[in-house]
C-alpha cells in the first residue's frame, strides 16, 4: 500500500481559507485540471480511498489469489506470445511445401511483423484512454482469431493474414502486462515480479523451436497455431472474473468520434504506420527479391524518409497529446530504456533464430534435439532474470546490473561467434548470461515506447542478419565447397543440404555454414555492446519507495 502526501499544503493560519479557495479553484477548473490534480495520486475506482482530514490517499495493491491468478496470466500470455514469433520459424519449410508458396516466405514473418511495429505505439494511447482490463482482452482476442486463421488456413493468402491479424493483437500484449502488473505491484516489488514475467516469457523465444520442430516434425505445423488458444482463452476468463484497476481515472463523459479519434491520435498513427511498414519492406525485400540499387527500394526508402519527416512535425505540433509524446521522448531515462531494449531484444532474437540454425546445419541434429540443445541457456537465463529482479528491489538500483548485462551479454556473443563444428556442450551455457536485468516500470505510453522499440529492434537486426548471413555465405562457399553454388544450399535448407551436395563437398558446406553463422553473432555482440553504453543514460535512480511524513497536526 503506497501513501503520497498532497501536493497541497497550506500555512496554519491561512489553512481554512486556502482549503475553501483551493476547493472552488478546482470545481470552476476545465477536465484538464482535473486530470493534472490527479496525476499524483494515480486514482483507480475503487482502489482509492480519500481521507479529507490528513488530505492523504491511498492506493491498495491487490493481494492474494486475485495477485497470483493474473501475474500468472498474463506472464502465460506473453510466453504464448513470443513462442509464437519463434516456432514459426521451423514450421515454414512445411507451410510452404503444403501450399506450394516459395515466393510468399518473406511474407509469412514480414506480416506478422509490419503489424506489430505499426500498432505497438497506438496501443499505448489506448491503454491510457480506456479500460486496461477490456483493451488487453481485445488485444487478445485479435491474436487468438488470427491464429484460429493461420490454423485453419487452405492457402498461403488466408495464411498471410491470419498473421497479419495475430500483430495486430500481438501489438497490445506485452505493454498491457506490464500495465496490469503496475496496477498490482507496489514499485519496490515490481523488479521481482517483471523479472519473473519477462524471463518467462522469453523463454518462447528459446523454446520455440524446440516445440515448433516437434509438432511439425512428429504432427503437423497447425499445432504451432493451435496451442495458442487454449491459453488465450484461458486468460481472457480469468480477466473477466477478476477486477483489474485502472492506475489513472478514464475519461467517462461522451465524446464524439472525431473527438475519440484525435485523443488517439490517429493521423499521427496513420503516418507511422505506413512509414514503418516501408522501412521494413526495403529490409526485407533489399538483396533478395529487388537489388538494393533498385528502384523498388530506394523508393521504399525514401518514402519512408519522407513520412519520418511529416510525423515528428505532426507529433511535435501535438506535443503531450501526440502518440509519441516529446516530453517523453526527451527525458534521458525514457530514451535510454528504449535503446537499451532495442539493441538487447535484437541480439536475443538473432540468438534464438541463428543458433538453432547452428545446431541444425553444422551439428546436423534434429529441430527437436537442437531445442534440447538450449536448455542449459534457458534454465540459467530464467534464474538468474528472477535473481537480479530480487536483488534490485532490495537495493533498489537497477543500473549496475542493466550494465553487467550489457557486459555479459557483448562477452557471450563474442564466445559464440568462435563456436565451430566441433566445439563441446559445455560452451552452450554462455547463452545464460545475456537476460539478467529486468524491465522498468513505465507508464502505459512509455511501455509501448519500449515495447516498439524491442519489436523494431529485432525485425531490423534480424534483417541484417539475413543480410550478413547470405553475404558471408556466398562467400564462404567459394573458399570452402567452390563447386557447390549459395542457390542450392538455400533451397535445400539446413536440414536438406546434405542429401543434394556431392559427399565429398558435405564437410566444406558445413564449414561454410558455421563461418557465416558466426559473422551474425557478431552483429549479437555489437547489439549487447550498444545496450551496455546506452544503460549508463538510465541514470542510478532508486526505485525504493520514499518514507512518507504525515501531515502536522
Not at 137 to 147: D, Q, R, T, Y
Not at 250 to 259: G, H, M, P, V
Not at 282 to 303: H, N, R
Amino acid at each position: 500500500m503506497e501513501k503520497i502526501e498532497s501536493h497541497h499544503e497550506s500555512p496554519k493560519a491561512d489553512s481554512t481559507s486556502d482549503l475553501k479557495a483551493e476547493e472552488h479553484s478546482l470545481e470552476a477548473n476545465d477536465e484538464k485540471s482535473r486530470e493534472f490534480a490527479t496525476t499524483y495520486v494515480d486514482l483507480g475506482g475503487d482502489n482509492v480511498k480519500k481521507t479529507k482530514e490528513s488530505e492523504v490517499e491511498e492506493w491498495e495493491y491487490v493481494t492474494g489469489f486475485k495477485l497470483v491468478a493474473v501475474i500468472s496470466v498474463i506472464t502465460l500470455a506473453c510466453f504464448i506470445l513470443l513462442l509464437d514469433t519463434s516456432t514459426i520459424a521451423t514450421a515454414i519449410p512445411k507451410i510452404t511445401v503444403d501450399f506450394h508458396s516459395l515466393n510468399d516466405v518473406g511474407w509469412y514473418g514480414s506480416s506478422y511483423l509490419l503489424a506489430t511495429c505499426a500498432l505497438t505505439p497506438m496501443s499505448g494511447k489506448i491503454y491510457a484512454r480506456f479500460s486496461t482490463k477490456y483493451m488487453y482482452v481485445c488485444f487478445m482476442a485479435l491474436f487468438s482469431l488470427g491464429s484460429l486463421i493461420c490454423a485453419l488456413s487452405n492457402s498461403s493468402n488466408m495464411f498471410i493474414i491470419g498473421r497479419a491479424i495475430a500483430g495486430i493483437g500481438g501489438s497490445g500484449l506485452i505493454n498491457g502486462s506490464l500495465t496490469i502488473l503496475s496496477a498490482y505491484v507496489p514499485l519496490e516489488k515490481r523488479p521481482v515480479y517483471m523479472g519473473f514475467l519477462m524471463s518467462f516469457a522469453q523463454l518462447g523465444i528459446m523454446l520455440g523451436p524446440l516445440i515448433g520442430g516437434a509438432l511439425t516434425e512428429h504432427a503437423t505445423w497447425r499445432w504451432c497455431f493451435w496451442i495458442n488458444l487454449p491459453p488465450s482463452a484461458l486468460t481472457i476468463l480469468i480477466l473477466f472474473l477478476i477486477h483489474v484497476p485502472d492506475q489513472t481515472a478514464k475519461r467517462t463523459e461522451r465524446t464524439s468520434i472525431i473527438d475519440t479519434l484525435m485523443l488517439l491520435d490517429v493521423p499521427g498513427f496513420l503516418l507511422f504506420a505506413p512509414t514503418s511498414i516501408m522501412f521494413l519492406l526495403a529490409l526485407e525485400w533489399g538483396g533478395t527479391k529487388y537489388p538494393w540499387g533498385s528502384a523498388t527500394i530506394i523508393g521504399l526508402f525514401c518514402g519512408a524518409a519522407g513520412n519520418l519527416a511529416i510525423f515528428m512535425a505532426w507529433e511535435y505540433k501535438r506535443g503531450d497529446d501526440a502518440m509519441v509524446p516529446w516530453s517523453m521522448i526527451r527525458q534521458r531515462f525514457v530514451a535510454c530504456s528504449c535503446g537499451v531494449n532495442f539493441f538487447f531484444f535484437a541480439a536475443q532474437i538473432i540468438l534464438s533464430y541463428y543458433l538453432a540454425q547452428y545446431f541444425q546445419a553444422v551439428r546436423g541434429v534434429s529441430p527437436t534435439l537442437s531445442g534440447v540443445y538450449l536448455l542449459p541457456g534457458i534454465m540459467s537465463q530464467m534464474v538468474l532474470a528472477i535473481v537480479s529482479g530480487v536483488l534490485v528491489s532490495k537495493m533498489g538500483y537497477y543500473l549496475p546490473w542493466s550494465v553487467a548485462s550489457g557486459v555479459l551479454a557483448t562477452i557471450s556473443y563474442g564466445l559464440i561467434s568462435t563456436f565451430d563444428p566441433d566445439s563441446s556442450t559445455g560452451m552452450w551455457a554462455l547463452l545464460a548470461i545475456q537476460n539478467s536485468v529486468p524491465q522498468q516500470d513505465k507508464t502505459p505510453i512509455g511501455m509501448a515506447l519500449v515495447t516498439f522499440s524491442q519489436m523494431f529492434g529485432g525485425a531490423l537486426f534480424l534483417s541484417f542478419a539475413q543480410t550478413g548471413f547470405s553475404s558471408a555465405m556466398q562467400n564462404t562457399l567459394k573458399e570452402f565447397a567452390p563447386e557447390v553454388s549459395a542457390s542450392t544450399i538455400a533451397n535445400a535448407g539446413a536440414l536438406g543440404f546434405r542429401a543434394v551436395v556431392p559427399p565429398s563437398s558435405v564437410a566444406g558446406v558445413i564449414q561454410a555454414y558455421n563461418n557465416s553463422i558466426n559473422q551474425v553473432f557478431y552483429i549479437a555482440a555489437g547489439c549487447g555492446f550498444g545496450s551496455f553504453l546506452l544503460s549508463f543514460g538510465i541514470g542510478m535512480k532508486s526505485i525504493k519507495k520514499a518514507k512518507v511524513v504525515e501531515p502536522a497536526a
